[in-house]
């Protein structure tokens, strides 16, 4: 039953925006009663949070497949391409969710309990960064977290502006973009 509930909301949400949704609307479409849904989820935010985690989830599993035995450089490259990819995808979704609650996504994951898994999302994906420099394929002095946050924040930021109309650039040119300006950076040319 939870599971309908987060598709119907995914959808609405993804059609009327966080603010326009309506509780009723999910509930129908779900075909369940309204109080159902406030027996798993306290508030619409709350439920808003979940479809975010459920995306942004998805998007991990697809990141973890194409990273999976590729070494540090290729690694990177295939994280750009899997982003701006799932962004691509699922453009409805991010659409809202960005144009509405903005570009700063620290803030979003506070206000809707993403913060942790961010931490741990970081945390995993940094982990190409230590290997490129313990492999010496980057930088010495770098700081895999910081890299890490560098990269995801630039395709976040790039797609906001977007999705806002303020770059005109296909997905093509954000990889191309992101990872000329990153790879410069890191690389090790010893």
């Given at each position: ?19 326009e ?12 009663s309204?109080?159902?849904i406030y ?18 989830l ?25 982003v ?37 999302y ?12 313990e ?56």
């Amino acid at each position: 039953m939870k599971e309908k509930i987060l598709e119907a909301a995914e959808k609405v949400f993804s059609e009327k925006g966080f603010y326009e949704a309506k509780i009723s609307k999910i509930a129908e479409l779900a075909d369940v009663s309204v109080g159902t849904i406030y027996r798993f989820y306290k508030s619409k935010e709350e439920l808003y949070g979940e479809v975010i985690k459920k995306k942004l989830l998805e998007m991990e599993k697809e990141v973890e497949r194409a990273i999976e035995g590729k070494e540090p450089l290729e690694a990177i490259k295939a994280y750009v391409n899997t982003v701006v990819n799932f962004f691509s995808k699922e453009q409805d979704f991010f659409e809202i969710f960005m144009m509405e609650l903005g570009s700063s996504f620290v803030i979003d994951a506070e206000r809707f309990n993403l913060s942790e898994w961010y931490r741990n999302y970081v945390k995993k994906l940094s982990k190409i960064i230590e290997k490129g420099i313990e492999k010496e394929i980057f930088k010495s002095n770098l700081n895999p977290e910081g890299v890490f946050l560098l990269i995801s924040g630039a395709l976040a930021n790039i797609d906001y502006f977007r999705l806002k109309g303020f770059i005109d650039m296909e997905p093509n040119e954000v990889k191309n973009l992101v990872l000329e300006v990153v790879l410069r950076g890191i690389l090790n040319r010893n």
